[in-house]
């Protein structure tokens, strides 16, 4: 879960109020930063968060129309990074892989990839140990069965909701050739995701 | 009574399952749905008069599939062509196997209210043959395109592919620019608000159940449907009544 306040007003009070809201809850909250605010302000919400125990973050290029080589998103991905976060991130193809690059392939990095790319990415990250490919966007007949044998520990299930249907998410794991994959798309690779994440709790 | 509007057969760019026309009826038996109607993919990307002549022999071999005839607005004398060969009973398009016609604005790179447009756009109106015309929130794709047409053809049948996708608020605005203006509900975009939106301005007489099979995986767009709807008995207009009015399907 993420907070709509933090993707389009304020990082800082967004967060703040999502951690409030999550503190019992059995969710996780997913908190942002906005490098267009520049890099004091960005370290400010990045540590206080942490604090209160984010671990998820999720990055909006696309929505906030800033670039990935941004220096104050590198600094960041580089904090993300040293404090072993996992990065939840949509963009294209390439910013993926810059960001992976900056990274060291060794921070978590949650992707939704359109299927339309996936000659690309199916390419590009076969060998990537960190990152995340969610299934939100391969409605392709036949994608994730095309993807799944360079992916099979890397695929996660995701919705979009409420902008996406769960139901359609689901329907795309029906009648997979291959019998354990709906099982680990849907839990297996998440628990092990999450476990690499919370691995100090 | 399930009828997916919004359908193509033929190869796509992409590394995905290539669907044959006996596989695609299969793909309808294990989703439910009983009659589907496509495009040629060669027709909608590269060559409308081949893919129209390859998907008039499939369907005549395939009794539960109906076509709509592709035009390429960039060709007006040649889609006008196609109307008539196609979109009467005649030895070509046989008793209405042929149920539409298909324009793809992105893909062709040329927008509907031109005079191209408006010259295929009559030739429809005269065969009582509906458009399906693939919108989205670009320019190119606007669902606001067709409004200049309706104003030329008020009675025209026109379906908004995908509703805008994203940008359904754009299909909205338009929901009562005619009373043959349709929504047809497929596209990456899967929220539920989206159908019920559309359904509570266009009506549940004008919103249709598509797929864009077999470029999308069909449960997708039935998963919105589903999720959205839960009670069957409240989605027969959509899922295969309305299109059985419009398409006169046997």
Redo the contacts between chains.
């Keep these: 879960m993420h907070n709509l306040e933090g993707l389009w007003y304020d990082p800082l009070s967004g967060n703040d109020a999502l951690l409030a809201d999550f503190r019992s809850s059995p969710h996780i909250p997913v908190c942002t930063v906005n490098p267009l605010e520049g890099e004091q302000r960005c370290m400010q919400v990045l540590e206080k968060a942490w604090v209160t125990g984010a671990r998820i973050w999720r990055l909006y290029p696309q929505e906030q129309a800033w670039s990935i080589s941004h220096p104050v998103s590198k600094m960041i991905c580089g904090w993300l990074y040293e404090h072993d976060c996992c990065l939840l991130i949509d963009a294209p193809v390439a910013d993926i892989d810059r960001v992976l690059d900056m990274t060291e392939d060794a921070m978590a990095v949650i992707a939704s990839l359109?299927?339309?790319d996936?000659?690309d990415w199916?390419v590009r990250f076969r060998q990537s140990s960190s990152l995340y490919i969610t299934t939100r966007?391969l409605?392709?007949?036949?994608?994730i069965e095309?993807v799944y044998p360079w992916f099979k520990h890397h695929l996660v299930f995701a919705s979009?909701a409420?902008?996406?249907?769960?139901?359609?998410?689901?329907?795309?794991l029906?009648?997979l050739k291959y019998p354990e994959a709906k099982e680990q798309v849907l839990t297996g690779n998440s628990v092990r995701l999450l476990g690499r994440i919370f691995h100090d709790r | 009574m399930t009828v997916d509007v919004h359908a193509h057969l033929g190869h796509w760019s992409f590394p995905i399952a290539d669907l044959s026309a006996s596989d695609l009826v299969s793909q309808m038996d294990r989703w439910k749905i009983d009659k589907t109607i496509i495009s040629s993919s060669r027709a909608v990307r590269y060559d409308f008069i081949t893919g129209n002549k390859e998907l008039a022999m499939v369907l005549h071999a395939e009794e539960r599939l109906f076509g709509y005839i592709t035009v390429n607005l960039h060709y007006p004398e040649e889609s006008l062509a196609q109307i008539r060969t196609y979109g009467t009973d005649n030895p070509e398009g046989r008793a209405r196997r042929f149920v539409g016609v298909k324009i793809h604005p992105m893909i062709q790179q040329k927008r509907f209210d031109t005079n191209a447009g408006f010259r295929i756009a009559e030739a429809a109106f005269m065969a009582d043959l509906p458009i399906l015309i693939h919108t989205y929130g670009s320019e190119r794709e606007t669902p606001l395109q067709v409004l200049p047409v309706l104003r030329r053809f008020p009675n025209l049948k026109i379906i908004l592919a995908h509703a805008g996708g994203f940008d359904w608020y754009l299909a909205n605005e338009i929901a009562n620019a005619g009373s043959h203006v349709y929504a047809e509900i497929c596209s990456s975009c899967t929220t539920g608000d989206k159908l019920l939106q559309l359904i509570g301005t266009f009506g549940d007489d004008r919103v249709l159940f598509g797929t864009d099979t077999t470029l999308f995986h069909p449960g997708y767009a039935l998963g919105m449907v589903e999720e959205a709807i839960p009670d069957a008995s409240s989605r027969s207009r959509l899922m295969g009544d309305n299109a059985q009015e419009l398409f006169r399907l046997p």
């Design positions: 359109h299927f339309y996936s000659a199916s966007l409605h392709g007949p036949g994608t095309y979009g409420p902008f996406g249907a769960i139901k359609s998410s689901m329907n795309l029906d009648d």
